[in-house]
C-alpha cells in the first residue's frame, strides 16, 4: 500500500509538472499583452515595465524561474492587482468559492441520491417521469437563470435568505442551491441507471427472499453497488464547483476565486492564470487518488492488493 | 400421512404484456409434505419458477394471480400482504437460486450476508447473529469458516458460493426449502457435492424441499416425488419411482425418452416447441407435438386419470375408452422393471 501511495504520488508531481509546462508556454501564445492601455504607453515605458516583471527575458527562461519560484512556493505577483502575491490573492479568495462549491455538493449529490433512488424504486410510474423531468430541467436551466429567480422569488418576496453578499451561513444558502442543481440532477441521473440495473440483479432478489424490507434492500444492498458510477463523477465535479463559478459569484457578488480566473485571463495576468490552473489541477489529481481510494472502500472487487482487510 | 405443509389448489398466474395476458400457470395444483423433498420438472417457460416465486410472494410486477389458493399450513400466502410476507420469506419459507455467481451481494461481507435473515426474522444482534453464521458457514463444509467469514464473494468460488446461498437460505431453519435450479451453473463434479450437502443438511434441518430443475438425472436422486410440468400445467405426479419407471404422460415418456442411459445410444429429441402461452391450445398442450395424440386431445383438456394413490396423469390414453398404444422402447423398458419392483415388494409383503 505504501508503495502504492509513493507510486501514485509521483505521478501527480509528475502530472502537476507537466500542467504547468503546458499552461506556461499556452498561456505565452495567447494574443496580447497584460498592458491595457498599451498604445498610449511610450516603448521606453513599455521596456521599463517589461523589465519590472521580467518579461524581456526570453520565454524559456521566464519558465524556468516560474517553475524555480513555484518551488519554493512562490507563485508570483499579480499584474492586475499591483504587487499582490498571487498566492495571497488565491488564498484570500478561494475560502469562500471551496465553502460555496462543497456546500452545493454536498447538498446536489444528498438529494441526487435520495431523488435518483425514489425513480428507480418507482420505476416507470408517474413518480419516476416526475424525478426524470425535474433532472432534466435541472440539468438544463442554466444556474444564473435559476439564481435570479431564486433572489426574486426567496430572497426578495419571501424574504427568507439575503439576496447576495457574503456574511454567515444565512448568505450561502441560495447560491449553494442555485449551484447545486447541476449536481443534482446528474447525481439523479446516475443512481437512478445504476439502481435499476442494481434491483434487476440476482442479488437483490436474494435479499428480497430473505424477507427485508423494501427500505433496508434499497439502503443496505442496492445503494452501495449503485454508487459506483458515481463516485467517478463527484470527485471531478467537486473540484470543478470548489474553484469557483463566476457566474454564481457575480450574481451574489461572492468574494470567491471565480471571478478572479476569468478577469485574469481577460487582462493576461500570467502568474494568476498559473496560479488558479495549478491550484485546479492540484485539487484534481488529489481528488482523483481519493477516488481510486473510495472505490476501494465500495466495492471489495477493486480494492489494492495489500490493502485486503 | 404426514403433516401437509403447503397446499397448493387451481393456481393461475397471468402476466400482462403488450400482446395481452400470458397464461403461465393454468390450473395448477400440488402439495408439500413434512420433510420430503418434491421435484418439479419440467422445459424452460414451462413455469416452474412462476409457480415458486409465487410461494414467496416475489412474483414480477406483470404477474398476475387469477385463481387458486396456496395455502402454508391454514393460512393463505395468497392473501397475505408484502409485510407479512416479510417475515415468513426467508423465515419459513426460504429459497435458494439458479446462479451463485451474480446471487450474492458483491460489496458486502458474506457474514453479514448470512447474518441478515437472522437479524431480520429472530431479531438477534449481531454479534450473536454472526457467531450464528460461523456455525452454518461450517455446516454447509467451508473450510477456515472463521477466516472466511469476512471475506467478499468474489474470493470465493462458485461451488463455494452455492455453499453459502444455501447457508443464508437454512440460517433460520425454514420449513420449506425452494431450490430453483440450484446446481445448473455449476460443473458437474460440484454439482454432486452441493446435491449431497442439500440431502445431508435436509436430514439435519427436517426441511422440506421444492426442488426445480429440468435435469431428470439429479431429480432420480434428490426426490421423494415428482411433478411434471408442461406449458403451465402439471401433466404427472407421482412418487419418483412411478414417475421414472410407470410414467403415462406422452410427454413424461419424451423426457425420459431423451435422457441418457446405460444402454442408451441414440438420444431421441422432444419434436417441436412449447405452445405460445398468450393462447393456449384448448385440449392437451402437449397434443401437437406427440406422437399419441387422439382427436379429443386437441379438444378438451384431460382430467387427471387415477393410476395409482400417490400418482396420477394428465392424459387422454387412461380414459377407459382409449386405444391401447404401445409406448417407446425405452419406455416399455422401464414399466417392465417397475412391475418386476412390485413384485418383488408384494413377494416380500
Redesign the interface.
Known amino acids: 500500500m505504501r508503495k502504492y501511495l509513493l507510486k501514485r504520488v509521483f505521478y501527480m508531481v509528475l502530472t502537476l509538472f507537466l500542467v504547468a509546462t503546458i499552461t506556461f508556454f499556452l498561456m505565452k501564445l495567447m494574443p496580447g499583452t497584460p498592458y491595457s492601455n498599451q498604445e498610449k504607453m511610450t516603448p521606453q515605458q513599455i521596456r521599463i515595465m517589461n523589465e519590472q516583471y521580467g518579461l524581456n527575458k526570453p520565454v524559456w527562461l521566464q519558465y524556468l524561474i516560474y517553475l524555480g519560484g513555484m518551488l519554493h512556493g512562490d507563485l508570483g505577483t499579480s499584474f492586475q492587482y499591483s504587487n499582490q502575491p498571487v498566492s495571497y490573492l488565491i488564498s484570500s479568495r478561494i475560502g469562500a468559492s471551496a465553502q460555496l462549491g462543497f456546500q452545493a455538493m454536498v447538498f446536489g449529490v444528498f438529494f441526487g441520491i435520495i431523488i435518483g433512488s425514489i425513480a428507480a424504486i418507482n420505476r416507470n410510474t408517474w413518480i419516476d417521469t416526475l424525478c426524470t423531468i425535474l433532472s432534466i430541467i435541472g440539468k438544463s436551466v442554466p444556474n444564473f437563470v435559476l439564481a435570479v429567480l431564486l433572489q426574486f422569488y426567496i430572497a426578495l418576496k419571501l424574504g427568507w435568505f439575503p439576496i447576495a453578499d457574503w456574511g454567515g451561513f444565512s448568505y450561502t444558502v441560495l447560491p449553494t442551491i442555485a449551484l447545486g442543481v447541476g449536481p443534482l440532477a446528474e447525481t439523479a441521473r446516475f443512481i437512478r441507471t445504476g439502481m435499476v440495473d442494481v434491483l434487476n440483479s440476482d442479488y437483490i432478489e436474494l435479499a428480497r427472499a430473505k424477507g427485508l424490507t423494501k427500505f433496508g434492500i434499497v439502503y443496505h444492498h442496492a445503494l452501495r453497488n449503485s454508487l459506483i458510477p458515481l463516485v467517478t463523477l463527484i470527485g471531478p465535479y467537486t473540484v470543478a464547483l470548489m474553484t469557483g463559478s463566476m457566474v454564481i459569484e457575480n450574481i451574489f457578488s461572492i468574494p470567491g476565486i471565480g471571478e478572479q480566473f476569468v478577469k485574469s485571463i481577460t487582462t493576461n495576468d500570467y502568474p494568476t492564470i498559473m496560479g488558479v490552473t495549478m491550484l485546479f489541477s492540484a485539487g484534481l489529481v488529489v481528488v482523483i487518488l481519493l477516488t481510486d481510494i473510495v472505490y476501494g472502500i465500495i466495492d471489495p472487487r477493486i480494492r489494492l492488493s495489500g490493502n485486503g482487510d | 400421512m404426514s403433516e401437509r405443509i403447503l397446499d397448493i389448489k387451481n393456481l393461475e398466474i397471468n402476466f400482462h404484456t403488450y400482446a395481452g395476458d400470458v397464461k403461465a400457470i393454468r390450473d395448477v395444483s400440488f402439495h408439500l409434505d413434512k420433510g420430503e423433498t418434491l421435484a418439479i420438472v419440467g422445459e424452460s417457460g414451462s413455469g416452474k419458477s412462476v409457480t415458486t416465486k409465487s410461494l414467496?410472494g416475489?412474483l414480477a410486477n406483470n404477474a398476475e394471480v387469477v385463481g387458486g389458493s396456496i395455502m402454508y399450513h391454514d393460512q393463505d400466502i395468497l392473501k397475505k400482504s408484502e409485510k407479512e410476507?416479510?417475515?415468513?420469506?426467508?423465515?419459513d419459507i426460504?429459497?435458494i437460486?439458479q446462479?451463485p455467481m451474480?446471487?450474492?451481494?458483491?460489496?458486502?461481507k458474506i457474514g453479514q450476508q448470512i447474518a441478515?435473515?437472522l437479524i431480520?426474522?429472530k431479531k438477534m444482534e449481531k454479534k450473536k447473529a454472526w457467531a450464528q453464521a460461523l456455525d452454518i458457514l461450517k455446516l454447509v463444509g467451508i473450510v477456515n469458516p472463521e477466516k472466511r467469514i469476512?471475506e467478499?464473494p468474489?474470493q470465493f468460488s462458485g461451488g463455494m458460493r452455492q455453499r453459502i446461498?444455501i447457508a443464508?437460505?437454512l440460517v433460520c431453519y425454514p420449513e420449506v426449502l425452494i431450490a430453483d435450479e440450484p446446481t445448473t451453473a455449476l460443473d458437474v463434479t460440484i454439482q454432486a457435492q452441493i446435491l449431497d450437502l442439500m440431502k445431508e443438511l435436509q436430514s439435519k434441518i427436517e426441511t422440506s424441499i421444492i426442488f426445480i430443475t429440468h435435469d431428470l438425472g439429479v431429480v432420480a436422486g434428490m426426490a421423494d416425488r415428482v411433478a411434471v410440468m408442461y406449458a403451465g400445467k402439471i401433466v404427472e405426479y407421482g412418487t419418483v419411482d412411478e414417475i421414472f419407471y410407470n410414467p403415462q404422460h406422452p410427454y413424461t415418456w419424451g423426457l425420459l425418452n431423451s435422457m441418457p442411459t446405460l444402454s442408451s445410444t441414440l438420444l431421441e429429441a422432444i419434436p417441436g416447441t412449447p405452445p405460445d402461452l398468450l393462447d393456449p391450445p384448448k385440449g392437451d398442450a402437449f397434443a401437437a407435438r406427440s406422437a399419441y395424440a387422439m382427436k379429443i386431445d386437441v379438444e378438451k383438456q384431460p382430467p387427471f386419470f387415477k393410476v395409482s394413490d400417490t400418482h396420477y396423469a394428465a392424459t387422454w390414453l387412461l380414459h377407459p375408452d382409449a386405444p391401447k398404444v404401445t409406448p417407446p422402447s425405452e419406455i416399455v423398458r422401464r414399466q417392465k422393471l417397475f412391475s418386476q419392483m412390485n413384485a418383488n415388494k408384494s413377494v416380500r409383503a
Open positions: 414467496m416475489l410476507m416479510q417475515s415468513i420469506r426467508g423465515k426460504a429459497m437460486f446462479d451474480t446471487s450474492l451481494d458483491p460489496t458486502m441478515e435473515p431480520k426474522h469476512n467478499y468474489h446461498v443464508i437460505a
